[in-house]
């Protein structure tokens, strides 16, 4: 039996996605940060990047299971013999087999629960511009492909549904996974709805490595995040319209509505789209905003900005959808608005301009947020009780 003080050998698997995103950076941290502790790190990852080189065919039968990565797995797990094998995203390229591979040698396997893509074909849990549960629940998610919600093609939908739908069956989420971890309680209602083993799922946030506070001096709000419509990108584009010209707004990402985000820089005083930036400089900006918006209209799962944002210091301004409304506590580290409602984000952007009282009392409980629950040191100790329950599990 090892002890949560014990060093461990720990298997961390992957895939990485084509634009890199949060959960390439969780995958990186959590290593990183295993490794600091003392645990050996022996990382399997596979890249999406390959998914351009392949056919329709080849990738839906890679979707439902990879043999070529199993046996990796396989050869893996004999040669380094880790004490637990944690999963990040296995979509499409491990498959999982990867879990079958890994069990068969007796390794507990833990999983991070991300996104909802084990119970919605596109993992956001939103259609046609509204949250949407339509499949949660079901054993065939047919709704998924009726409205073609993977890559808006039906015949993606419905290898992604046949991957749900053939490890339901014959027992991989049950019996293949001693351990999942949710980010947020939100979340794990969602997956306990969908069918998945209340007993197995683990609440842990993710976490940062202190970037140290900020000062919120640079007075403007800030967005960081894809430009698209589940991020609620015409919602911020709206509010800012209404607000005078003094109120700035610095926008960092990219994506589909990039033009949208131009056009708002051209005709809207105080807006500025910067584009992508490095993480290092997300941080700098983060930490000299007066306040981040989210206005998500999505079921977000735990938003890296939400935790820079609090390890800076730096007060929330989210929508009250999914689990924002459970991170943000309105008048302590932020304020909360109706998800889609314009009006409402731009009086209360207004209202924290003008209270710069409130502001800095505000910046006080985020950093505090921070220091409680998403520290590394925090991280680690909930890491390592997941993983003794896993190994219990197995």
Request: aromatic share 8%.
């Amino acid at each position: 039996m090892i002890g949560l003080d014990d060093a461990m050998r720990i298997l961390l698997v992957h895939n990485f996605y084509q634009q890199s995103g949060g959960e390439d950076a969780v995958y990186a941290t959590e290593g990183e940060l295993l490794e600091a502790r003392g645990h050996s790190v022996i990382r399997y990852s596979l890249d999406n990047r390959r998914i351009d080189r392949m056919g329709p065919a080849s990738l839906a039968a890679t979707t439902l299971w990879n043999r070529e990565s199993a046996r990796e797995l396989e050869r893996l797990v004999r040669s380094e013999k880790p004490d637990v094998a944690h999963f990040h995203n296995t979509f499409p390229l491990v498959s999982p087999a990867g879990y079958h591979a890994v069990r068969a040698a007796r390794i507990p396997v833990v999983q991070t629960l991300h996104n909802y893509r084990l119970l919605c074909a596109n993992a956001l849990l939103f259609r046609s511009g509204r949250t949407c549960r339509d499949c949660v629940g079901k054993r065939v998610r047919w709704p998924g492909v009726l409205h073609a919600c993977y890559r808006d093609s039906r015949i993606a939908s419905a290898g992604v549904v046949a991957m749900q739908t053939l490890h339901g069956v014959i027992g991989t989420w049950s019996r293949k996974v001693d351990a999942y971890i949710a980010l947020t309680q939100f979340a794990r209602d969602q997956f306990v709805g969908g069918g998945l083993p209340a007993e197995k799922i683990h609440i842990k946030p993710n976490f940062l490595p202190d970037p140290g506070p900020g000062d919120g001096g640079g007075g403007y709000a800030l967005f960081v995040g894809r430009l698209s419509k589940e991020k609620g990108l015409e919602t911020l584009v709206d509010a800012w319209a209404t607000l005078p010209e003094k109120s700035s707004l610095r926008v960092i990402g990219d994506g589909p509505m990039e033009s949208l985000a131009r056009e708002a820089q051209a005709k809207i005083p105080g807006f500025e789209w910067m584009g992508r930036l490095s993480p290092g400089e997300v941080l700098d900006a983060v930490g000299g905003a007066a306040f981040v918006i989210i206005p998500s209209e999505c079921f977000e799962g735990l938003p890296r900005v939400v935790i820079e944002s609090f390890a800076k210091g730096t007060p929330v301004v989210a929508s009250n959808v999914g689990s924002l409304a459970e991170l943000v506590e309105p008048g302590r580290n932020g304020f909360l608005f109706r998800s889609g409602d314009a009006e409402a984000l731009a009086a209360r952007a207004s209202e924290l301009f003008e209270d710069p009282e409130s502001l800095a009392r505000m910046r006080r409980s985020a950093r505090a947020e921070y220091e409680a629950r998403y520290t590394a040191d925090a991280n680690h100790s909930i890491l390592m009780r997941i993983y003794e329950q896993a190994r219990l599990q197995s």
